[in-house]
Each structure stands twice: as structure tokens, then as C-alpha cells.
């Protein structure tokens, strides 16, 4: 039977093995749901991954999640929360020198101060005490929320509301001693002796630090809510100060008005009410800001590359899913 075995038989036997084993291969290879084809690949080429679609799919509380760890948008409205704790500065500050002789975010003007009070000027209260502790306090409130920024996240939405809030409860704290003071102790006039007054400046101080430090890691330091003299000189600088469509002089006056009209309200509450209420005002203005963070638009990397768009979902699709 050797004989009768020819070329064209052992071709014929090599071909049904082969066959077999490709058989074998198509039982062996799992499938995935379909097979891949360059149709379905271009398909998906066609489609590129959108952040928001997804956003919106997920379950309620892992989509608050999602929403809260966005990045924020550098847009108006969050111009506008800064303006508000610039206002608030301004508030807080007319207070805190009126009746505790000390600013509580302006470390330039307490470093002048304290040289001031160490050689007896009579030009200023003596109040080392409260300097040292503003000073002190605001460079810890600064240092510490500057490395968590740094580490968390600058623009991350769930660590802005947070700091906010957490200031803000500062304040209140600040301000629910000042009203045990006078109401306990009988402390009225401005600049009157106050025992709890180091407690209230250093909240006060914390707080400003932690403010300054926030508005710095949000990428405008135009309007950094504190320090009028650097957005003066920009602004003096600004070759293009004239023009009509100027956004960052738009900016640098609208600072420096808030400031000035926080300040102004400031010496309005300190004359004719109570002095706390001034610490009051400051709170409902972060309480405010607080959350409209909430409401601010996020960042999402555009679909199909590398740069970043704004997000298209509000805070309206967060709570309702669509």
C-alpha cells in the first residue's frame, strides 16, 4: 500500500490538517461580544470617548463624586466669587483694625505697625500682641492650605467648596466671641480691651491665609482678594489700559472696587451696630460663595485629544441625571 501513496494524496493530507487545526483555533479563541473587523475599529474612531456622556450615566452618588473632583473653569462667575471675598476682606478688615488695632490679611501694613508699637510711637495702639498673633496665624493658614492645594488639586471643585467652608466656619467662630465680649464683658468703644481678642485674630488670620492661598491656586491672580497694591501697579503698567475690550483692567477695577466697598460697609456696621456684625456679614458672604462653587462649570479634556474644553454639565444634570 506504500506504493499506491503519491505526491497529490500526502498534499491532500496536509491540507486537511491544516484545516483541522484552523478548526481547532476558531473553537479555542474566545469571543468578546463580535468579532473585531477595520470596520468596527473605524467605527470607533468615528465616535471618540465624551467625559460628559459618561458623567451623566453613572449612579447618583458616584456622579456627585465624579462632579466634585472636576476641575473649575477660570470663566466669570469665577470672577465674580472672588469679588466676593474680596468684598468680604474689605469688611473684615475695617473691623479688625477699628477694634483690635491689627489687620488680619494686610501683613504689610502690620509689619510697619509692630516696628511702630516696639519703639512707643504714639501714632499707633500698642498691640504687639495682636500683630504677632495675626501674623503668625496667617502664615500658617497660608502654608497649609498652599501644600494641600498643591497636593489635592488647585481647581478641584470638592476641595474649593471644602476650604470655603471650612473659613467659613472660622469666621463664625470669630465672630460668635467677639458678641460674648461685648455682651459679657461690657468691651464697646474701638480699640477697647478685649481678653478674647487674640483668639478672634488668629480664626480671623487662619482663615485670610487659607482665602489668599485659595484665590492664588485658581489661576488669577489678578484678583487675589487681599492685596490692592500689586493689581495698582499692573494696572498702572497696563499698556492697554484705554482699550476698549480690556478683560484684566476690567478685572483689577472691579478688585479694587470690591475691597473699597467692603470696606466701606465694614465702617458702616462698626458705627452704628454691633461690632460683631461686620464677622457676620463676612461669613454669609463665604457662605454664599461657598456654594456657588457648586454651580460653577468644569473642565474635561476635549474628545479625541489632549486639550481641555469646558464641561457642558451643570449642576442641574447632577442633581436630576439628565
Not at 468578546?32 to 468596527?40: E, K, L, Y
Amino acid at each position: 500500500m506504500a506504493d499506491n501513496i503519491s505526491p497529490t494524496s500526502c498534499s491532500t493530507r496536509r491540507t486537511s490538517l491544516a484545516t483541522i487545526d484552523l478548526e481547532k483555533d476558531r473553537v479555542q479563541t474566545p469571543d468578546f461580544g463580535g468579532a473585531v473587523t477595520p470596520a468596527s475599529l473605524e467605527a470607533q474612531c468615528a465616535e471618540p470617548f465624551d467625559s460628559d456622556v459618561e458623567l451623566l450615566t453613572l449612579p447618583p452618588m458616584k456622579r456627585w463624586q465624579a462632579y466634585l473632583n472636576q476641575q473649575i473653569a477660570v470663566d466669570t462667575l469665577l470672577e465674580l466669587e472672588l469679588y466676593m471675598l474680596s468684598f468680604a476682606t474689605g469688611i473684615q478688615d475695617a473691623m479688625t483694625f477699628a477694634f483690635y488695632g491689627v489687620f488680619c490679611s494686610k501683613q504689610t501694613g502690620n509689619l510697619v505697625t509692630i516696628a511702630l508699637s516696639a519703639l512707643d510711637s504714639e501714632a499707633v495702639v500698642q498691640t504687639e500682641t495682636h500683630i504677632a498673633v495675626s501674623f503668625v496665624s496667617f502664615l500658617a493658614g497660608a502654608s497649609l492650605f498652599g501644600h494641600f492645594n498643591n497636593f489635592i488639586g488647585r481647581k478641584r471643585r470638592g476641595w474649593l467648596i471644602f476650604v470655603n467652608a471650612f473659613q467659613t466656619l472660622m469666621v463664625i467662630a470669630a465672630c460668635v466671641i467677639r458678641k460674648h465680649s461685648v455682651d459679657n464683658f461690657g468691651v464697646l468703644g474701638e480699640g477697647g480691651p478685649d481678653r478674647f481678642a487674640a483668639a478672634a485674630i488668629a480664626l480671623l488670620a487662619f482663615a485670610s491665609g487659607g482665602q489668599i492661598s485659595l484665590a492664588l491656586s485658581v489661576g488669577m491672580a489678578e484678583v487675589n482678594t487681599t492685596m490692592v497694591t500689586g493689581a495698582l501697579v499692573m494696572l498702572a503698567h497696563d499698556q492697554k489700559i484705554l482699550h476698549k475690550h480690556n478683560p484684566g483692567r476690567n478685572r483689577k477695577l472691579f478688585f479694587i472696587g470690591s475691597i473699597l466697598g467692603g470696606s466701606f460697609l465694614g465702617a458702616i456696621a462698626n458705627r452704628y451696630a454691633h461690632s460683631a456684625l461686620s464677622l457676620l456679614l463676612v461669613a454669609i458672604c463665604k457662605v454664599v460663595v461657598t456654594f456657588m462653587f457648586l454651580c460653577n462649570r468644569g473642565v474635561k479634556k476635549k474628545p479625541g485629544s489632549s486639550e481641555t474644553a469646558e464641561s457642558s454639565v451643570g449642576l442641574t444634570q447632577i442633581i436630576w441625571g439628565d
